[in-house]
């Protein structure tokens, strides 16, 4: 077959002939296939133990051809932890909504990264509850519209939005805590090397590692994918900042 | 034979360890024994009483509602539980601390100044223990041998330099109890 | 084998260990602490898990995690820190998760207080998680029993893939008295054909307690209900005493059915036909013992330190059979067997036999 390169091909941990079920323009997806995609670069798909949360986060085990359990609301890292000290050899990871990992299990969230614990969380932040319908989470930002902020949300009556990875990366167990996006492909491509770094850290056995991915929800934002791509660069980001917060391999090649 | 037994005193006199070494002893004889602690808040200087079971046959209830004797360590043990002593009972009471007339006729009381004979014994002594070693003298309800076999156990590893200072207490009740039957012969 | 002085928590704790559990998740909580500090002291020594939860959510999660790779694991708390347990019990009986869950009771509602009490049956028995679930419940009424019952729901847990519970009281869980550490008597089935592993070889694995499509959650339902079936019919245990020419039977649980037993002791030497039916599996509760138990007998008297819960399902399997009387206090009073006493004989005074 001269002259032919493969230039793309479907990942293994992603069930054949299975799509996405996620609305139009949603981040999940894209996500879903970054993490499918390291998976089968690291060949650790028969070794692995996926978490799945309450959100939209959830159907892991539709798209996965990955052995998963699921957690109650704001649970996966405990019962990522019950796996892990189980299996020390397994690759164990959990996929969560701000809703669970920032908001109802936020508490989980800080003590699995200060007991060190040698899982990794990756955390999809919309800023909103998706699932139930486009309620204000710890994340969503001042003068955000909500269906439970419906008037924006107001700090003097709901507060500030939670800088996750920034408190996360304050965890002297966490290894690695890193905030991207992907509403460009350069932001993909940085995404996917955030979360091979999380994965190394893991496999390396160095700690905790967490990154925190922003990503639109057009149903529940009230706008088209582009409007979305816009106001997570031009809005979210002015609030939830892109960066590596904590690397203790810094400067080291690993 | 069932014998039910209240300790009873302040936090840091040693109530619940008195009570242990009585059921070590009776576990070294192959009795039956039950001991339930009084549990709470306070850790130090706060009431502390247990309540200790011996018996030859199974133990139906741990928890005791009127007993055959009553170890009251201080005043505030004396004045609740006097009236929780069967009639015919016995109240060894720590004459040291407790000043008050004793009400009830129906029982006997066995007053020591365990607090004085404790120190007497050169500020190592227990007060506890020698209230344990002049009961066990009296009642015979368990060997000398098994509470000193017991305090073996109790005190082995970091607290095996406590050991001497609890034999010699046990001692000074046994000889407190024998001195007090050769004045009554 | 000689018997030694044990402490009720810390032999549940080492009873535990001996039955194979390779992680302890806790939270302290007053009168059950000494678990969690035996097991901090152990666990690590054997390299087996100990972790200290964020929370009672956390610790319950973190026993799930472990059950879903088919390890033995345990947590240990009290009636408030149950309560909180109760969300992550029902999706484990969903999931069929296994799993030991030790709860000392302590006085409630509330807060409440530390003293010995019984009020936790309903959360432990009904529980107060969503959906159709039954979580089987033991409950030991000496240290002894409390040994040899920790065993025993490690082995029914694993069997049956569904949490099950020691609920033990204050009483026990602070008392010493002389016991016996046998070995683990049970063979654990092969948890290979279930766990998760990562799917090496095989088709991958899901324990989720989340399922949407169509009639999939009913057919969950009726297959874990079908086991609680097998279970009521197979692992029931219950300890009768001078039942069988009984006129007045008394049923009581744990701690309160051992003090029972001495109040009925002195019935029987008083003349009176009094015997003692105490469930030691309280769920699935044991309907069918109790009801061909009290069918000769004249009436039913329970006693509880609540203010009345065991009671309902005692009415519900005596099905009117005879009447059933209650004697209880609450708030973590004890009721001494000098009062069950003179409760027992009024009520055989008006039952009309002769003594």
């Known amino acids: ?254 | 034979m069932e014998t039910s037994i209240i300790i009873s005193g302040y936090g840091g006199q040693g109530i619940l360890f008195a009570g242990s070494l009585l059921c070590h002893a009776a576990v070294i004889e192959g009795k039956n024994t039950t001991w339930i602690p009084s549990y709470g808040a306070e850790m130090r200087g706060g009431a502390a009483n247990c309540s200790v079971n011996i018996s030859d046959d199974e133990i139906s209830s741990p928890v005791i509602d009127k007993a055959d004797v009553l170890f009251a360590l201080n005043l505030p043990s004396e004045l609740k539980f006097e009236h929780r002593i069967k009639p015919g009972g016995l109240m060894l009471l720590n004459t040291s601390l407790v000043k008050k007339i004793p009400e009830r006729q129906d029982i006997e009381y066995l007053n020591m100044n365990l607090n004085d004979m404790a120190e007497e014994l050169g500020g190592n002594g227990f007060a506890n223990v020698i209230a344990v070693g002049a009961f066990v003298e009296k009642t015979k309800i368990l060997s000398i041998d098994s509470l000193q076999q017991a305090l073996m156990v109790m005190t082995a590893g970091k607290k095996e330099h406590l050991l001497s200072a609890n034999l010699k207490s046990l001692e000074c009740g046994i000889n407190f109890m024998k001195s007090m039957s050769k004045v009554s012969l | 084998m000689t018997k030694v002085l044990w402490k009720g928590n810390q032999a549940i704790a080492q009873a535990a260990i001996n039955a194979g559990c390779k992680c302890y998740f806790g939270y302290p909580i007053t009168p059950q602490s000494e678990i969690g500090e035996y097991m901090g002291d152990k666990m690590p020594e054997l390299g087996r898990t100990f972790i200290t939860a964020e929370s009672e959510l956390a610790s319950i999660s973190m026993v799930i995690g472990a059950g879903t790779t088919g390890t033995k694991a345990m947590t240990s708390s009290s009636s408030c820190g149950i309560a909180l347990m109760q969300e992550a019990m029902s999706a484990m009986c969903c999931a069929e998760v296994p799993g030991v869950i030790v709860s000392v009771m302590r006085g409630g509602p509330g807060l409440g207080n530390i003293a010995s009490a019984q009020g936790d049956y309903f959360q432990a028995v009904k529980g107060g998680g969503n959906g159709d679930y039954k979580v089987i419940v033991y409950s030991p009424a000496t240290i002894q029993e409390a040994i040899d019952l920790m065993y025993r729901a490690f082995h029914v847990s694993m069997k049956y893939r569904n949490p099950v519970m020691l609920l033990a009281d204050g009483i026990l869980g602070q008392m010493m008295e002389p016991v016996e550490f046998g070995q683990y008597p049970y063979k654990d089935d092969d948890v290979s054909i279930w766990a998760l592993s990562g799917a090496k070889g095989r088709t991958p694995r899901n324990i989720v307690s989340l399922h949407m499509a169509d009639g999939e959650l009913e057919k969950i339902s009726d297959r874990i209900f079908e086991k609680y079936r097998i279970i009521a019919e197979k692992e029931t245990i219950v300890d009768k005493f001078m039942t069988d020419d009984a006129e007045l039977i008394v049923t009581a649980f744990g701690t309160t059915a051992r003090i029972a037993k001495s109040a009925v002791k002195k019935a029987r030497k008083a003349g009176m036909k009094v015997g003692l039916f105490r469930p030691v599996m309280l769920s699935p509760f044991p309907e069918k013992e109790l009801f061909e138990t009290a069918k000769s007998a004249q009436m039913i008297l329970d006693i509880e330190l609540n203010q009345g819960q065991m009671l309902l399902d005692v009415k519900a399997s005596v099905f009117g059979a005879c009447p059933v009387e209650f004697l209880g206090r609450s708030g973590g009073g004890l009721l001494t067997d000098t009062q069950m006493l003179e409760k027992i004989t009024a009520l055989y005074n008006k039952i009309g036999v002769k003594v």
Not at chain 1, 170 to 195: D, F, L, M, W
């Open chain 1, 1 to 254: 077959m001269t002259g032919e390169t493969l230039v793309y091909k479907r990942p293994e941990t992603l069930i054949k002939d299975k799509g996405f079920t996620f609305c139009p323009g949603c981040g999940h997806g894209v996500v879903l296939k970054i993490i499918a995609e390291l998976i089968d670069e690291f060949g650790i798909r028969e070794n692995t133990i996926a978490i799945s949360s309450v959100g939209c986060s959830i159907f892991l085990e539709k798209f996965y051809e990955l052995d998963v359990a699921g957690a109650s609301h704001g649970r996966s890292p405990c019962v990522a932890t019950g796996i892990k000290r189980s299996l020390p050899d397994k690759f164990v990871f959990t996929y969560q909504g701000d809703g669970d990992a920032a908001t109802i299990g936020f508490n989980e969230t800080i003590h699995t990264a200060c007991r060190g614990e040698k899982i990794t969380t990756i955390c999809i932040n919309n800023t909103t509850f998706g699932m139930t319908g486009g309620q204000a989470s710890a994340t969503t930002l001042v003068g955000q519209v909500t269906t439970t902020t419906p008037r924006g949300r107001k700090a003097e009556l709901t507060g500030y939005p939670l800088r996750v990875a920034e408190t996360v990366a304050n965890c002297e167990g966490a290894a690695y805590v890193a905030r991207v996006a992907i509403s460009s492909p350069k932001y993909i491509k940085q995404a996917k090397k955030a979360i091979r770094k999380a994965f190394e850290m893991q496999l390396k056995g160095l700690g905790y590692s967490f990154v925190e991915v922003i990503a639109a929800c057009p149903t529940n934002w009230h706008m088209t994918p582009v409007e979305c791509i816009d106001y997570i660069e031009n809005t979210v980001e002015k609030v939830h900042k892109l960066g590596v917060f904590k690397d203790i391999t810094e400067g080291e090649n690993i």
